[in-house]
């Protein structure tokens, strides 16, 4: 058992994504977690004598418009931003994943219903129907999470249900089946070990796309109000001072494409990772 669990931690170092990924990780976790400990200024706190500040020792990112120390909204902002990006994924992994496995073992009309459903989603962008129902429900962090969720959950769904029609046909599962064992007792047992490691890889990527739709929300006025420090609203409130003090800018947008970066390698990581394990070919 040791020399397994050594063997698995090595290859996980020997992938190079993975590697940088699960740092990254570490440190935005760390960020999210414990940051607010550490901000030498209230995120909230308006200064308007020192308002556009460049970098320097006492403000480390500088200044905003209202005097606000950049990198204590930026440390706060990841709590928002990374934060909910992980909660809307969460929320749309557990009303995905279970309809998914229902809709693609049990099949029939519960498979019809959930399809038409789909594929009437599925009729829109993501980017559209999102900013369509958070447009309808109102400005806030809760309302586009709300749409996020609706819109999200059907691409776990979808993906889930055609993993587990693939599984259906497969001995251990029919050996169930003849078995006579539960339905709940089937998926829970054996297709959903099945399809996990695909939905963490889908899942540790799509972190990084929720984020840029939140950050994108935000941007345009649909997310995040002031005062809230969130990565893509912060975005908005330096766009008028872009040719004055572009770091108002810069630095939000570096932390959403950190953010990103780190889970776009991470996925890529757990995705070699899990062809390891299921024999698919090696690093």
């Known amino acids: 058992m040791e020399a397994a669990m050594r063997r698995r931690t090595t290859r996980i170092f020997r992938n190079v994504n993975m590697s940088i990924g699960i740092i990254l990780a570490i440190f935005l976790t760390a960020v ?24 320097s ?40 994943v279970p309809i998914g496995l229902l809709s693609g073992y049990i099949g ?37 999470i709300i749409a996020i969720v609706l819109v999200r959950w059907i691409v776990y769904a979808r993906v889930v249900r055609s993993l587990v029609l693939a599984e259906n046909e497969k001995e251990y599962v029919l050996v169930s089946k003849v078995s006579y064992s539960s339905s709940l007792k089937t998926i829970r047992m054996h297709l959903l070990p099945q399809v996990m490691p695909d939905i963490i890889v889908m899942a540790a990527i799509d972190v990084g796309k929720v984020i840029l739709l939140i950050s994108a929300l935000s941007y345009i006025g649909l997310g995040a109000q002031p005062p809230l420090p969130e990565w893509g609203a912060m975005l908005n409130d330096g766009r008028g001072y872009f040719q004055v003090v572009p770091s108002l800018m810069i630095f939000p947008g570096l932390a959403i494409m950190l953010t990103v970066l780190c889970c776009n390698l991470l996925g890529d ?4 990772y899990f062809d390891i394990r299921k024999g698919r070919h090696g690093l």
């Open 269 to 272: 990581g757990l995705k070699r």
């Open 32 to 55: 999210m977690l414990f940051g607010g400990v550490f901000i030498p200024y209230d995120p909230f706190q308006i200064d308007m004598s020192n308002r556009l500040q460049g970098i």
């Open 57 to 96: 020792a006492a403000h480390l990112l500088g200044t905003d418009q209202l005097g606000r120390d950049v990198f204590s909204r930026i440390i706060y902002g990841a709590k928002l931003t990374i934060g909910l990006g992980m909660f809307a994924i969460f929320m749309a992994v557990c009303i995905g």
């Open 108 to 144: 029939g009309r519960i498979d019809a219903f959930f399809m038409r459903i789909i594929d009437g989603i599925l009729a829109f962008p993501d980017f559209i129907l999102a900013i369509a129902i958070a447009g309808m429900l109102g400005p806030s962090l809760t309302n586009i």
